[in-house]
């Protein structure tokens, strides 16, 4: 255990990431500290989804480390990372669109209540008491993102914004320490901007630690702590969201080197 | 889910129970009895197959071969070498895990046609080992000599008793999956159908739960095979040939993927066409089982089973 690890609950150690001749990161470093929201922003093909990839196991580093409390996760895979208390959601919705709006979320309990092949096969009293643990454990994460009343409709039958809610309860469900957002405002309106917004708060003051990957900017600046920004797969700033606004290398990644042009 | 299929649950057993009775009243039908103990058979596979196909999404061609495995294991221990049917039956269980483990372990990576072609290899490969291991199956002309079952002081020595046997075993399987399917494993199962990278994002383990299931669905096809070889007593490769392999999926396809009750449905109606109905045609029975598979996928993609749920929206559309 490191001893500068107490207080960070993540820590992305020199993080490379080659793809044949595609270089996705290149020596990406960074601290999260627990309880609070960082945002990770940056143009697209900046590798921001390869970075998510990374720490929720779904790719494994060309060079470098993944530290969660402590531990080195970056060799795990994604289901051992999800048990150690790494959740996330996905950008494009990989909802269970074969399962209802309650089910997907009891599928989110999958790591914390467990129960035997054989058991539930013989449907033993313990697996009934069980079952009504997560029933109502998922009962309790629909009331929190706002979909009691639609816990028995199809999850694909929702229309976006919901959907996009679901898979933050999904995440949530699994009672994580870090919860990892992919785009979770990503073709919402305005409303259902806010209500995501308010939600990713709720999340943070339950005390869970965030990080978010977000295109919309008013959404970043609103809620997170700490930006980090990547640009060509390396870290070109870090800091508060004032910070970052007034950052001269994030103007310039993002709007191209306006000092030249003046 | 659970608590409405009490009623289906219960007409089904009341079905099972009287149909034996009710059939020994007709002469024209005698021979019905005789050919739901194959059903029975087949169902406990469709069971299990069920289970791996139509919740995990998985697709398998090779248990026609572990329901060979557990026949041959039955047969030949108890014919050859005199041990115990119900020690032999354990014996074939445990050799099929391991088989099924063995194959499983590395095939279950692959995913779609991969997968079929994988198990299809080996659904061939047992098929020659039957055909070519003359000193112990016998070869292709099979052997004989495999003796019945007895329960305890109960010799299981006629149709009837066989067939209560038989269908007991199926209704114990087919609790234990309605059960498995209602908890957190089925929901696991049907996770790993929709997305296995969600899946795997909420902790569930997804190359363990696909092997457990196959090994599962694999136990379940040897203990029919068992079955299968003590209520003949006589044994050839065809009947584990790859065209039975098909057989089975199609009774999962024309019953519904989707659900157990499905398995149950599509064995029973192909076992009633392979034995009875479709002896009119002969050598033209093929392409009824290829017109079955063909309009089953095109019109009713939940199988027979689905049909209600179809009537339901059709009604509800019009009102």
């Not at chain 2, 199962?189 to 902790?203: D, F, N, V």
């Not at chain 2, 044994?235 to 790859?242: A, E, G, M, R």
């Not at chain 2, 479709?278 to 689905?306: C, N, Q, R, W």
């Amino acid at each position: 255990m490191k001893e500068e690890l107490k207080e960070n609950i993540l820590e992305v150690e020199n993080l490379a990431m080659v793809f044949g001749g595609l270089t996705a990161l290149t020596d990406t470093k960074f601290q999260l500290k627990k309880g609070t929201i960082k945002a990770i922003i940056g143009p697209n093909g900046a590798g921001k989804t390869t970075l998510y990839n990374i720490i929720t196991g779904f790719l494994s580093p060309t060079r470098g480390n993944v530290w969660f409390k402590g531990q080195k996760i970056s060799n795990l895979k994604p289901h051992e990372i999800a048990i150690r208390g790494i959740s996330r959601s996905f950008q494009t919705i990989e909802l269970f669109d074969n399962m209802t709006v309650l089910e997907n979320v009891m599928v989110g309990c999958h790591s914390r209540i467990k129960m035997s092949f054989f058991a539930s096969g013989m449907g033993f009293g313990t697996v009934k008491k069980k079952e009504e643990q997560i029933r109502s454990r998922a009962l309790d994460v629909l009331k929190f993102i706002g979909l009691s009343d639609k816990y028995n409709e199809m999850a694909d039958s929702l229309p976006l914004g919901e959907q996009k809610y679901l898979e933050i309860g999904r995440a949530l469900a699994s009672d994580p320490e870090l919860i990892c957002l992919d785009e979770p405002a990503a073709g919402l309106n305005e409303t259902e901007t806010h209500i995501a917004s308010s939600l990713i708060k709720a999340i943070k003051e339950k005390g869970v630690t965030v990080l978010l990957v977000e295109h919309d900017m008013k959404v970043v600046m609103n809620i997170s702590d700490e930006i980090l920004v990547l640009n060509n797969g390396q870290v070109i700033a870090e800091g508060s969201p004032e910070e970052i606004q007034n950052n001269p290398s994030v103007i310039k990644a993002y709007l191209g080197d306006v000092t030249q042009h003046a | 889910m659970l608590k409405i299929q009490k009623l289906h649950i219960g007409i089904f057993a009341f079905f099972i129970i009287s149909f034996p009775f009710v059939i020994s009243r007709i002469p024209a039908l005698g021979n019905y009895t005789n050919i739901m103990v194959f059903a029975g058979i087949y169902t406990i596979i469709t069971i299990g197959l069920s289970l791996f196909i139509g919740y995990a999404g998985q697709i398998s061609l090779g248990h026609a071969a572990f329901f060979g495995i557990g026949a041959y294991t039955s047969g030949i221990l108890t014919a050859r070498f005199g041990i115990n049917p119900w020690m032999c039956l354990i014996i074939g269980i445990f050799i099929v895990s391991v088989i099924a483990f063995l194959v499983g372990a590395p095939s279950l990576k692959l995913k779609g046609h991969y997968l079929a072609m994988a198990t299809l290899a080996f659904g061939i490969i047992v098929y020659i080992i039957f055909n070519q291991e003359l000193e112990y199956t016998g070869g292709p002309d099979g052997m004989t000599g495999i003796p019945g079952l007895s329960l305890f002081a109960l010799k299981l020595n006629s149709v009837e008793k066989y067939y209560f046997f038989v269908w007991g075993i199926v209704f114990a399987a087919f609790l234990f999956t309605i059960n498995l399917i209602q908890s957190r494993t089925g929901r696991a199962l049907r996770a790993i159908h929709a997305s296995e990278a969600a899946a795997s994002a909420m902790g569930i383990n997804v190359p363990r739960f696909k092997l457990i299931v196959f090994i599962y669905s694999a136990i379940l096809a040897s203990l029919a095979g068992s079955l299968y070889a003590h209520y003949i007593n006589f044994i050839n490769p065809s009947s584990f040939d790859l065209f039975f392999a098909i057989k089975l999926l199609i009774m999962i396809a024309l019953g519904g993927m989707h659900s157990i009750w499905g398995a149950i449905v599509g064995a029973v109606l192909i076992t009633f066409l392979n034995y009875e109905w479709l002896h009119f045609f002969k050598e033209f029975e093929v392409i009824i089982y290829g017109a079955i598979l063909l309009l089953v996928t095109i019109f009713l993609p939940d199988g027979l089973v689905g049909i209600p749920g179809i009537i339901k929206k059709f009604v509800k559309r019009k009102l």
